[in-house]
């Protein structure tokens, strides 16, 4: 069985600097899709960046960048030039991309609470 | 384009009580998740739909939660009787297809549940 690991419960940056949230994941599989989500306090989940396994190239959107080492299985989020909007748990999340009954499910780590400073 | 909505946002319910959910995904997406999210966890799949059908449901504990999607649409997530260990966010989610997967879920803004 999959899982994924957040190593981090609490993490916390200063404004306009750059903090680098870790997780690590364990799969036999070699297809598949890494995802950082973030959960704003009562708010919706929202996709934040995702990777599709089977790319070298590692995502980047906006701000937002990955870390992507296949074979250590890491995906750590790099978030550059903080904005207080930023504040938010972080979750990674693993989806196998095989069919069968499990695919689309996704299986998530316990999260990174991160805080931004003023 | 509506994101996904749940209802309703809160419920405090007395323990061995019954409560109930509900869920409407995106326009077209074929598949939707119920997962539960206790404080200071990631999100658990309860159960995954495709269309009307049950694809994994390994994880709901049957003997008090049942969930439905009768048409295919809207969803309905039903505890009975609710116990305090089952105190949680409640969250939807839905995607497309497998054939156009992009591997995202959407996900609504949860149905919290207090048990006392």
């Known amino acids: 069985a999959q899982t994924v690991t957040q190593s981090q419960p609490e993490m916390s940056v200063q404004e306009a600097e750059t903090v680098t949230l870790s997780c690590t994941y364990d799969?036999?599989?070699?297809?598949?899709?890494l995802f950082w989500y973030k959960q704003p306090p009562s708010r919706q989940m929202i996709l934040v960046i995702r990777q599709e396994a089977y790319k070298q190239q590692n995502a980047t959107e906006n701000r937002f960048s990955v870390n992507f080492q296949k074979a250590a299985k890491s995906f750590s989020l790099k978030i550059s030039d903080s904005q207080l909007g930023d504040a938010a748990m972080y979750f990674c999340a693993y989806r196998s991309a095989l069919d069968g009954g499990s695919q689309g499910n996704l299986i998530f780590g316990k999260g990174t609470k991160l805080s931004v400073k003023p | 384009e509506a994101g996904v909505a749940q209802s309703p946002r809160y419920k405090i319910i007395e323990k061995r009580q019954s409560v109930a959910f509900w869920c409407n995904p995106i326009?077209?997406?074929?598949?939707l998740y119920w997962y539960q999210q206790i404080l200071g966890q990631g999100p658990k799949l309860l159960i995954q739909?495709?269309?009307?059908?049950?694809?994994?449901d390994s994880q709901l504990p049957k003997d008090r939660f049942s969930a439905e999607r009768l048409k295919g649409v809207d969803s309905t997530l039903k505890i009975q009787p609710a116990k305090l260990e089952d105190s949680a966010v409640y969250l939807c989610?839905?995607?497309?297809?497998?054939?156009?997967?992009?591997?995202?879920?959407?996900f609504g803004e949860g149905s919290r549940l207090t048990v006392l």
């Open positions: 326009s077209g997406h074929a598949t």
């Open positions: 739909f495709q269309n009307n059908g049950v694809v994994d």
């Open positions: 799969t036999s599989e070699s297809d598949y899709y």
């Open positions: 989610a839905s995607s497309r297809v497998r054939t156009l997967n992009t591997g995202e879920l959407f």
